[in-house]
């Protein structure tokens, strides 16, 4: 496949470069991961989230829809009924959603979005203007695109200018290094790895990784997710990111193409990631060992030991084993043992706790503080 | 919407069941989690997996690709290139699979899928013979998939006994506690939850559940995706189940349906178990703790505390610090406060312990026997 | 291409048969006219005429659409606001229109449309066995296509029925002097060629050679009438028929196939037909002489000559003359030159003769009794 | 259905203006034929014919393919193997065609085929610039049309500036008269209904009219042709042209539109036209007499008579008579009693005659002198 944009023409084909940032802060890298090449295509879930934030989920989702395609990522059609584009990872949903960024032109749009990813990569992100200026003798399908937005009344700025803001957008310089991190973010909950800074609303990286699993790779999609299972987005300039929550985000760059448009050695090292680290999101680790790890006493007092990773399930066998009764006046709930925890385990955690509380003198170990939340 | 079958019309549309089982082998019910009715499409994955078991992984993929189809879930084409359906989980791909389970016939074939579900069910589950006459009453649309398959020379048996194999398949009957524990073992990586039985391969329950999250909700599955989240399959008699992997299984029954064909309150319970339990596969908690518990010094030893969930990006943070080197002579490893480890972590763990053991008396403390693996 | 027939397989494909029978009853033949061969497709356009007559059009029109359908001719979709196959020169729509062929089972209707046929042929058509039972042995496509149209309520027989009548239909074994003279029928408006007999009904006549016009040549129908401009009809087994109205009937013969499936040499040859003999509907000789011959004096009476074939337009010209009024008492109106005349004509004609027969003397010279009718 | 066009908007929606002009220079109004209004879509076929002759039929047909959409007149897709619009009449295909207009911008290309439509309409037509202004102001579709088009590489002009002179040529203003008119000489074989003059090349006013008779009407082609039986275009400013080959051109205007956006009384006149005047392609007079009037001897000689219009079929028919020879020595052809003879129906008659001249005295009647040609 050859990419239309001579700036991406005239690079090395053997180009190979790897970064795999982890959510706690760690970072990876192999081959060329300082090279820098332009982040066409990933830029579209970045954009997404921005605008997401800045015109709110249901202002977009009237917009945009969030289903696979079924088709090429320059397909050239609406949904029948809404005239809206299938979803904001396709060429024409990634013009309808630069229309809800906030910005005064096309020029402060971009902008705005490099920033943004800029504060994710933890360096700062600019422009290539001779990229730029090549997408732009090349834009004949967004032009099309986006005059058929317009007509269906899916679109608010000029056609030019979402145009003219998309080639810059995709015009932004990055090298793997970068997109590991800012996948990294997504990895760790929007939250960033190295502060307690959330640079991602929870609610729109959950939002944003949902169309990366569904719809991050066009028309192989489903078999993405099924071989590989990392929720991922490639650009034609030849990188692949991953997001596998909770774990690792993930960047490839290699310019040889395949005849999806994707980079060939990156859909490879994508699989032996999935295979080789067990990097798969429908990987199960059958479970060895319960969340509740004893429930004993000592000194007169009922000790109920939590452990590892507590989420809804979790929390669920503390409910289950409390609402059997304790025999001792003291509890004793010990979570000193626990990673971590999230919200609907905390709450249920707490509700156990104060109903126990009625009818026992009850304590929590909580050297973390993680029934404290965030 | 109706179904087209008069047994399923004559049911109270007000019937509600609710079962939620854990990956612990905790089960949690609600309304008519008893109330037996007809498995339907809920059918597919199940034998979708029986059929990746009997025929392996590429033959299967030979017959049926595993892309959403964007199109609803009687879609009557194959793809253009291919002759294949789109995937398994839609009607031409549920019968392109049955091909592909062994068996003498149709009724052995659907005594084999029964059997299949019973294991996961822990009970025995029948065909109900009104109901799959009923099916067969209303069956033309299937005969004329069938028909299209054999056409396009990707059916091998006779296109009446592939639908009449269907239609038994259709009819199997179970209720919300059954579909809870089948949901629940795939949740649990395809081990039972309550024996160390594989009761599921553990790769062709990560394909089918990966088939689930991309296409379980046939038209509607990227927005399932987004505001759910959680792979699920739901059938025409008004149930759906859900599975989260590592946590829960979740099978929901009412029989009023919306136009999509899924269950209205099976849909809001889904919704709201998503929203207020955070039962959301991009759900991520931010890292409050490293798997990294602690490195100190204790008798003259380096000890290395792991704790939690160890997976890979767990495992990197240990050799990452192992690689910087430690001073003492001993090292202990220990484990103690580790819940799970899954096998790229336990590869790691392991590599990383051989290497050090080159230069340092090296022990490992792991109470759980974790390392050694299943 | 191949048929998928192996009764159609095993013939020469250098086989050569082509018959011209003109509307006055004259038949010229060349090659292998009267070699046989199974009817095939072309069999649609003689059904659909019976069926309209058995069924009338409002009913055929409630089952089968009449547009092109831009797809191949064994396209398995159908409207889908109205359910309806898109036109009766498809394979579905000739499956709907068996339907509406009043007889009382498969084998009946079959010989109804053989009879049908038989009569425009002029000598006794029949099944061709070995044919028939060649066709059921590849039949899942017409199957899906019965059992799809069943499903979508446009069928009321078994598909199992319709798909074996029309196999049947199918196997009628004609040669190129039978399609000949049947398109000749049709290219004489219905009327047999060699009497008064009116074997289709104008209106319906009219009807199925319009279908034949956008829809006979399935999706290559738009360039056939650029480069062909002959109504006309292919069948698998290598004839092609072609009718233009009011001169020729056309057939055939020549079992090589081209990718669409038609005839290599009878396309060929029919681009000939077009191109030196104009045999093309749109072909328009620019009018040397007025349809209204002469107007003047002859023994103190003005004569009138009208002369060629008068349609509507012709007749306008002697109305429009005669607006301006006759000088004389008395008027001939003289058809003697006249060679036909259609209805529009007659009754304009009949008009202006009683209008003026109220200030005149008006008598008509009509040895023909063309104003008689037929 | 609302035109996008406020210029539209503003119109009576009661107008009512009808013209019949027949291809002997005849013309019939009713109502308000001397209305004007802007030509919109019915210019396409007319630039169509321009480019057909700038370009050359080749050139035409590898930017522009002739086959019915069975979609909108706005349908925004291409053929995916050739990148062609389906055909000139839909807007994709309108300004594929203006692109191979000669010319050296917008104005000028618009210019030509403005001032080709006058010599059809024999009166200068003009640009409206209030109606130009607004089509600019709603051209959003045609601007993603072209855009799409130069992206698949098949136009050579900038896009702007084929909107543009797309917008100039749909704000020709006409009236009923002038459409007539030019339907006429396309009625006519494209020539002059008034004068001698080769308007629009015999050939391509074949191609054009086929185009009209199965893409005409959009994706109502087909049924048009059942019902009307005349190849049409209608315009979004209410206007239909109709034309029957050989007999007339019609043009009806009336500005409420109908759900496919043709004129509601413009669709009824013609189906009233086509019924009551039997103004239908496939309507065919059955022949009461032969194209051969007699055959006869007087003073010693054969006097062979041929009568009426005579195409192929007619000729042939003396054709086939004299192949049975005569036995007379002398020979006369009488022609006086033929209207008109077409050119394939010409060089069949001299080809015999001068067969018979090798054996008889041959004379020919022609006072006409139609077998020397045009």
């Known amino acids: 496949m050859t990419t239309g944009n001579r700036q991406l ?117 600019v422009v290539d203007d001779q990229v730029y200026e090549a997408e732009l003798e090349a834009d004949d399908h967004n032009q099309a695109l986006a005059h058929l937005l317009r007509s269906a009344g899916q679109l608010d700025c000029a056609p030019d200018e979402v145009v003219d803001g998309y080639a810059r957008q995709c015009a932004i310089g990055v090298d793997c290094h970068d997109l590991a991190m800012m996948a990294a973010v997504m990895a760790n909950g929007g939250m960033s790895t190295s502060s307690d800074e959330q640079l991602i609303d929870g609610q729109i990286n959950r939002h944003v990784l949902s169309v990366m699993a569904t719809c991050g790779m ?39 193409l395949n005849q999806q448009g994707n980079s060939v050695r990156g859909v490879a090292v994508f699989e032996r990631l999935s295979r080789d680290m067990e990097l798969h999101m429908m990987h199960v680790i059958p479970t060895g060992r319960s969340a509740l790890r004893s429930v004993g006493e000592r000194d007169g007092a009922t000790v109920v030991e939590l452990q590892g990773d507590i989420r809804f399930a979790g929390a669920e066998i503390f409910a289950s084993r409390a609402c059997e009764g304790f025999a001792t006046d003291e509890i004793v709930i010990d979570l000193s043992e626990v990673r971590v925890i999230d919200d609907a385990a905390r709450r249920l955690i707490t509700e156990v706790r104060e109903r126990l509380s009625e009818d026992h003198r009850t304590t929590v170990q909580d050297p973390a503080r993680l029934l404290a939340g965030r």
């Open 218 to 256: 066009y028309n192989g999609s489903g078999n993405w997710m099924s071989t590989v299972g990392i929720p991922a987005k490639s650009g034609v300039a030849g990188a692949i990111i991953g997001v596998l929550p909770g774990q690792v985000g993930v960047a490839v760059f290699s310019p040889r």
């Open 9 to 125: 023409e005239n690079v090395d084909p053997e180009l190979f470069g790897l970064a795999v940032a982890t959510v706690d802060g760690t970072i990876y890298t192999a081959g060329e991961a300082n090279h820098e090449f332009s982040i066409q295509s990933i830029s579209k879930p970045f954009a997404y989230a921005l605008a997401l934030r800045d015109g709110g989920l249901e202002r977009l989702e009237a917009r945009v829809d969030a289903e696979p395609s079924g088709e090429k990522f320059n397909e050239i059609s609406l949904e029948s009924d809404t005239g809206r584009p299938r979803n904001a990872l396709i060429n024409a949903g990634a013009l309808a959603v630069r229309d809800l960024v906030d910005g005064t032109d096309a020029r402060h749009r971009a902008q705005r979005i490099a920033e943004e990813m800029s504060r994710l990569a933890g360096r700062d992100l």
